[in-house]
């Protein structure tokens, strides 16, 4: 491997020419640490000590390695031969065409994710074409002793107006990237986010700003913090990992993520089960619900939500790979 030492796992540069021997060389660092990924990780961390992306980075390939950002670069390489995500080290993840801050207190936005949003924004679109709730739907969804209670809750004259945003509620903000892209996507749309965790709000709060986006974000245990409020559209990507299977994932998961973000419990479902049972401080159930989920929890998932009775088209959606990843009910 030329001259870079491993030195206890640390990456020291050699006298490379150019940038595009920087990438072969620390690609090969990689790979021998055992990271996955080693030649997309070395192109995200040179892109992010360089300054460049796209076009311009492949077209600064021939130059010069700047001498200035070695250590910065060596420092990077380092960490990440160390199973650190990439995401992580230059503090950045694109989402749905957005750049999106990444700390350790959230986990890692990942491009599956990408299809549920589509989707909620889809369905969503068909129930409500102009982005607003009239109240004769509301009045159908709960019935008129539930919408005037609903009413009182809201405080008299608003809960009463003649039409209203439609509402979305993101279950598990993490950080931000459900639910400031359907913000996004859907600026007609009130968007309310809650997470169990201040450190993972604030990385959401910065998300919101940095895109320009009115986010509700709450602090709370699931659907806590939004007892009493009229949901129209609730979506989650929720815990999912059964507990005794996290010491077998990669490194890069099991040792940064936040495993608040990983353990579903003995089987993985408990958070599913438990908004299930929270439906009940909702004024009414979602027409549109929408969850992520793991490997084989498609069937199970989607058990639970016919068993609650409320929607009578359940959906589920593939990821790219052809596994089973999203479970949708919808009531039209």
Known sequence: MDNNALNDGVFVMSEVKSIREAFAEASSFLSQSGCNEPQRSAQLLLEHVLGLSGAAYYMALADSFPAAVKEKWEAGVTRRSKGEPVQYIIGEQEFYGRPFEVTPDVLIPRPETELLVEAILRYGAELWPDGTVAPSEAAQEEGAASLAAAQDRAGGAEG??????????????????????????????RVCAGDISPAALAVA???????????????GDLLEPFAGMETDILVSNPPYIPGED??????????????????????????????????????????????????????????????????????TINDLAGIPRHVLGIAR
Do not use: C
């Open 160 to 189: 009463g107006r003649a039409v209203r945003p439609l509402t979305a509620v993101d279950i598990g903000a993490g950080s931000g990237a459900i639910s400031v892209t359907l913000a996004a996507e859907a600026p007609a749309w």
């Open 246 to 315: 996290i010491a077998g994932l990669q490194r890069e998961v099991r040792d940064h993520e936040p495993r608040t973000a990983l353990d579903g419990g003995a089987d993985g479902l408990d958070p599913y089960r438990r908004m299930m049972e929270q439906l009940a401080l909702l004024p009414a159930p979602p027409r549109l619900i929408g969850f992520e989920l793991g490997f084989g929890q498609a069937e199970q998932v989607a058990a639970l939500l016919e068993a609650a009775g409320h929607w009578k088209e359940i959906i």
């Open 205 to 219: 709060k910065r998300n919101a700003m940095r895109s320009g986006t009115a986010v509700d974000f709450r602090l």
